[in-house]
């Protein structure tokens, strides 16, 4: 089945530095999502997008929909210890039941 | 509201084995997802149940078979368990509420870890 492609697959960074993610696909979607995962838990929804070139944040997290309509974006400022995760991108259309996910980007702060 | 609920959190069987994974949900949701997590590979569809009383296949549902047993529970059963299928599972639902804002947004329990020996 497709999955969508994100970049990139790991990130080491520090405490502090921003953070950013995407997320490309062959196919158009009318709607993006962005979910973290803690390690040992599921999936938690941080941001949906409905529209091409819409930006939407949530607190220090900030996710667009880009205007091809194939890719997504995701960043976070000042990055704190508990953004540690593997995020994931996923996809889909109005009317559709299945959601199309990325491979996941996972994060590591380094002390 | 407890969201997505899955039971059990932990399970260790045997080769030819059976079990059945448990998942409840209580958004009112119509549709919900049986997925399996795996290092590195994201997550992969197994099956999903559109609404009560309808089931479909997903991405990877050889060796599984599923039950929507109403609106709330939707389980995933293992008749003969092998070491291929040790992974993570998660069930996951997604309402079809009023709102466009909910439609496509589906929520998580917090996962199986099966180990098949």
């Known amino acids: 089945g497709q999955q969508l492609n994100q970049s990139p697959q790991s990130m080491f960074i520090q405490e502090g530095e921003d953070v950013s993610m995407n997320c490309t696909s062959s196919s158009i979607f009318n709607t993006w999502l962005w979910y973290k995962q803690d390690p040992g838990e599921g999936p938690v929804l941080l941001i949906a997008?409905?529209?091409?070139?819409e930006l939407t944040s949530n607190g220090r997290l900030t996710a667009q929909f880009g205007i091809t309509r194939k890719d997504s974006f995701l960043n976070i400022s000042a990055s704190i210890p508990s953004d540690v995760g593997i995020y994931f991108c996923a996809g889909t259309n109005f009317g559709n039941e299945k959601l199309t996910f990325g491979t996941g980007t996972r994060l590591t702060i380094i002390p | 509201n407890a969201g997505v609920t899955q039971t059990p959190k932990f399970q260790v069987l045997k080769t030819g084995q059976s079990m059945t994974l448990q998942c409840a949900q209580d958004m009112n949701h119509n549709s919900m997802y049986w997925y399996r997590q795996d290092p590195g590979m994201g997550l992969r569809l197994i099956y999903y149940?559109?609404?009560?009383?309808?089931?479909d296949k997903g991405e990877v549902p050889n060796g599984y078979n599923v039950s929507r047993l109403n609106k709330r529970e939707f389980s995933l059963r293992l008749e003969s368990a092998a070491p291929s299928q040790t992974s993570v599972y998660f069930c996951a639902s997604m309402g079809a509420g009023l709102s466009k804002s909910s439609y496509n947004e589906q929520f998580f329990g917090p996962g199986t870890r099966l180990t098949v020996l």
């Open positions: 149940s559109a609404s009560e009383g309808t089931t």
């Open positions: 997008l409905y529209k091409a070139g």
